[in-house]
Nanobody
Framework: QVQLVESGGGLVQAGGSLRLSCAVS????????IGWFRQAPGKEREFVAA????????YYADSVKGRFTISRDNAKTTVYLQMNSLKVEDTAVYSC?????????????????WGQGTQVTVSS
């Protein structure tokens, strides 16, 4: 059974940076794409970024393109989300999940299981 554990969230001022980590265990790590999603209070979970098993291809939501960078360290079976130029509207619980399907299918139903999430709060 795959397990995912997120870390790195916190409180940061607008314009600041955070790096989230998603530690994955229980599967052959390079076989699966990994996605980051976020969910703000009262809103649906939304796609943020994804990276293929090889790490050679990435895909971003338009809202974070140019500000966020997803990467993976296959030796450490960990995926990272570097978040720069943070905005108040980036405030949410951020979660990671695996997919054995196409990572271009960014519907949450295409991903799973999920980690417990980490809270990111951006203040003005």
């Amino acid at each position: 059974q795959v397990q995912l554990v997120e870390s790195g969230g916190g409180l940061v001022q607008a314009g600041g940076s955070l790096r989230l980590s998603c530690a994955v265990s229980g599967r052959t790590f390079t076989n699966y794409a990994i996605g980051w999603f976020r969910q703000a209070p009262g809103k649906e979970r939304e796609f943020v970024a994804a990276i293929r098993g090889s790490g050679l291809s990435t895909y971003y939501a338009d809202s974070v393109k140019g500000r966020f960078t997803i990467s993976r360290d296959n030796a450490k079976t960990t995926v990272y989300l570097q978040m720069n130029s943070l905005k108040v509207e980036d405030t949410a619980v951020y979660s990671c999940a695996v997919t054995s399907g196409s990572y271009y299918d960014t519907r949450p139903a295409n991903f799973g299981p999920w980690g417990q999430g980490t809270q990111v709060t951006v203040s003005s």
